[in-house]
């Protein structure tokens, strides 16, 4: 950690500021007298510009960053088609998605992060809280998600996205509202 915290170029009490920490318990995280939490971890990431990979001493090689569209797998969930455009346990996943056209049961997504969708084929109609805007091919949207958000394929076909998203763990991550705070999506699918 202490690598990493040099190599940004922040003294230990500029990182324990940005971290909310106090620097006696960031030097104790460093020296190891202390083990950090999941999200004090993804916290120190983001400070340090780094992945919580990293940060745990973990290493990548060249062939762990390329993903074969041949060799990722599909996961349905919804009538939405989804395939790992990423390396899974990064900061940011990537996803290759195609949404049906139709309504998706006035489903409104909240949740910490951010969220950066490119339309690859077809139309999307993407409301932002109260903000609504049909995306066609080539269009794109880079919005903070815990506005209010849902996503409609309004082209015959559907719509084919890219879509990267920021990993952030939290209690609300998974939280899902249809007109009633606490509708929880199904457990283990992708959130869009």
Same mark, same amino acid.
């Given at each position: 950690?202490?690598?990493?915290?040099?190599?940004?170029?922040?003294?230990?009490?500029?990182?324990?500021?940005?971290? $909310?920490?106090?620097?006696?318990?960031?030097?104790?995280?460093?020296?190891?007298?202390? =083990?950090?939490?999941?999200?004090? %971890?993804?916290?120190?990431?983001?400070?340090?510009?780094?992945?919580? /990979?990293?940060?745990?001493?973990?290493? #990548?090689?060249?062939?762990?960053?390329?993903?074969?569209?041949?060799?990722?797998?599909?996961? !349905?969930? *919804?009538?939405?088609?989804?395939? =790992?455009?990423?390396?899974?346990?990064?900061?940011?996943?990537?996803? =290759?998605?195609?949404?049906?056209?139709?309504?998706?049961?006035?489903?409104?997504?909240?949740?910490? *992060?951010?969220?950066?969708?490119?339309?690859?084929?077809?139309?999307?109609?993407?409301? %932002? /809280?109260?903000?609504? $805007?049909?995306?066609?091919?080539?269009?794109?949207?880079?919005? !903070?998600?815990l506005t209010p958000h849902? %996503?409609?394929?309004?082209?015959?076909? /559907?719509?084919?996205?890219?879509?990267?998203? #920021?990993?952030? =763990?939290?209690?609300?991550? !998974?939280?899902?509202?249809?007109?009633?705070?606490g509708h929880a999506a199904?457990? *283990?699918?992708?959130?869009?």
């Open positions: 950690m202490r690598l990493l915290r040099r190599r940004s170029g922040l003294s230990l009490e500029a990182s324990a500021r940005r971290a $909310g920490l106090s620097p006696a318990h960031l030097s104790r995280l460093e020296t190891g007298k202390r =083990q950090p939490s999941l999200p004090l %971890l993804l916290t120190l990431a983001r400070v340090y510009g780094t992945t919580v /990979g990293e940060l745990l001493g973990e290493t #990548t090689t060249a062939a762990d960053a390329i993903v074969r569209s041949d060799e990722a797998p599909t996961v !349905d969930a *919804g009538g939405w088609h989804y395939r =790992q455009a990423g390396q899974a346990g990064r900061a940011m996943q990537a996803l =290759q998605v195609h949404v049906p056209r139709g309504p998706q049961r006035d489903l409104v997504r909240v949740h910490p *992060g951010e969220e950066w969708i490119h339309v690859r084929r077809g139309a999307l109609r993407l409301t %932002l /809280g109260q903000v609504t $805007g049909t995306l066609a091919a080539g269009d794109s949207a880079h919005f !903070d998600s849902r %996503l409609e394929a309004v082209s015959a076909e /559907g719509a084919d996205l890219l879509f990267v998203h #920021t990993l952030l =763990q939290s209690p609300t991550a !998974d939280l899902c509202v249809t007109g009633h705070a199904p457990g *283990g699918t992708p959130r869009h």
